[in-house]
C-alpha cells in the first residue's frame, strides 16, 4: 500500500509561484511513476504532469509546459511541482497520484493510477 499526501497550495496573484510537494510513503517500485492532476470546479480531472520514479523522464500538458516543472527527490521520498507564472485558470484542487506500472500511452489517464492523495488547493488571484 502507497500513502499520498499533497502541501504546498494557498493563494497566489497571477504570475506568482508556488510549489506543491507529494510525500509518498509505502512500497514503490522502480517501475512506478508518479503524477500530478487537477481539478477545477465543474470540470473533469486533468493530467498536468508525470516523472518515471525510477528514470525520472518527464512529461507535462501543454497547458503548463514552460511553467510547471516535475521533480523527485527518491531520498525524501518526495515528489515536487513547481508552478511558475501561474494563471487564474490554474485554480484547482491538485491531486498527487501513483501508478505501479507506468506506460507512456496511458499515462494521462486518470484511471490507471492506483492511489491518490487527498489534494491540495491552488487558487490564482487575477
Known amino acids: 500500500q502507497v500513502q499520498l499526501v499533497e502541501s504546498g497550495g494557498g493563494l497566489v496573484q497571477a504570475g506568482g509561484s508556488l510549489k506543491l510537494s507529494c510525500a509518498v510513503s509505502?512500497?514503490?517500485?522502480?517501475?512506478?511513476?508518479m503524477a500530478w492532476f487537477r481539478q477545477a470546479p465543474g470540470k473533469e480531472r486533468e493530467f498536468v504532469a508525470a516523472?518515471?520514479?525510477?528514470?525520472?523522464?518527464?512529461y507535462y500538458a501543454d497547458s503548463v509546459k514552460g511553467r510547471f516543472t516535475i521533480s523527485r527527490d527518491n531520498a525524501k521520498n518526495t515528489v515536487y511541482l513547481q508552478m511558475n507564472s501561474l494563471k487564474p485558470e490554474d485554480t484547482a484542487i491538485y491531486y498527487c497520484?501513483?501508478?505501479?506500472?507506468?506506460?507512456?500511452?496511458?499515462?494521462?489517464?486518470?484511471?490507471?493510477?492506483?492511489?491518490w492523495g487527498q489534494g491540495t488547493q491552488v487558487t490564482v488571484s487575477s
Open positions: 497520484a501513483a501508478d505501479r506500472a507506468f506506460a507512456i500511452a496511458t499515462m494521462r489517464r486518470d484511471a490507471v493510477y492506483d492511489y
Open positions: 516523472i518515471w520514479w525510477s528514470g525520472g523522464s518527464t
Open positions: 509505502g512500497r514503490t517500485g522502480s517501475s512506478y511513476a
